[in-house]
T-cell receptor, first 113, second 113 residues
Framework: AQSVAQPEDQVNVAEGNPLTVKCTYS??????LFWYVQYPNRGLQFLLK??????LVKGSYGFEAEFNKSQTSFHLKKPSALVSDSALYFC???????????FGAGTTVTVRA | DAGITQSPRHKVTETGTPVTLRCHQT?????MYWYRQDPGHGLRLIHY???????DKGEVSDGYSVSRSKTEDFLLTLESATSSQTSVYFC????????????FGNGTRLTVT
């Protein structure tokens, strides 16, 4: 069975500062890793994914994430946060040979002006 | 939102009544999923489908059943609603490409009184 941990319930940063949202995972076999963002009263929007290849993946809205196999981590990053990045962020994982996608509990990001 | 429509968007029902939520897609995708979202738990998989009449249980399937009689529709039924099933329910679809992400509907907010 796979699982995802997002160790921080909340992350607070000032606008213009770097933003990091942490994620670690546990899975049998090769992982497919994803980040999603949810704005209030909306569904989840896909940000980026790691399937294979380069450990640094780039996604929507200037976000990127780094896959670290030895640390089983997939942290989300943005070099310069915007107030509009304030939202709920979810990390998710599924084994490459399975249909089921498992989510972390989510991290609320607040970017203050 | 990736051609996914959930209905109804909001529903209030009484304990013990059956409830059916509908997910309709226009993308002709093979895979469809039902998740529930609760504070502190992230999204938890209820059931999923990998084709017409092909479904399987997720991690929180007790008290729920699903049906998929055609590609575009995936129904979630609460056989006898309980207060613990008060939640926001999300449908998602996925294409067949390697590592394809899930795309989510806008959710159904269900309250069981």
């Amino acid at each position: 069975a796979q699982s995802v941990a997002q160790p921080e319930d909340q992350v607070n940063v000032a606008e213009g500062n770097p933003l990091t949202v942490k994620c670690t995972y546990s899975v049998s076999g090769n992982p497919y890793l994803f980040w999603y963002v949810q704005y209030p009263n909306r569904g989840l929007q896909f940000l980026l994914k790691y399937i294979t290849g380069d450990n640094l993946v780039k996604g929507s809205y200037g976000f990127e994430a780094e896959f670290n196999k030895s640390q089983t981590s997939f942290h989300l990053k943005k070099p310069s946060a915007l107030v509009s990045d304030s939202a709920l962020y979810f990390c998710a994982v599924r084994p490459s040979n399975d249909y089921k996608l498992s989510f972390g509990a989510g991290t609320t990001v607040t970017v203050r002006a | 939102d990736a051609g996914i429509t959930q209905s109804p968007r909001h529903k209030v029902t009484e304990t013990g009544t059956p409830v059916t939520l509908r997910c309709h897609q226009t993308e002709n995708h093979r895979y469809m999923y039902w998740y529930r979202q609760d504070p502190g738990h992230g999204l938890r998989l209820i059931h999923y489908s990998y084709g017409v009449k092909d479904t399987d249980k997720g991690e929180v399937s007790d008290g729920y059943s699903v049906s998929r009689s055609k590609t575009e529709d995936f129904l979630l039924t609460l056989e006898s609603a309980t207060s613990s099933q008060t939640s926001v329910y999300f449908c998602a679809i996925r294409g067949q490409g390697e590592g394809s992400p899930l795309h989510f509907g806008n959710g159904t907010r269900l309250t069981v009184t």
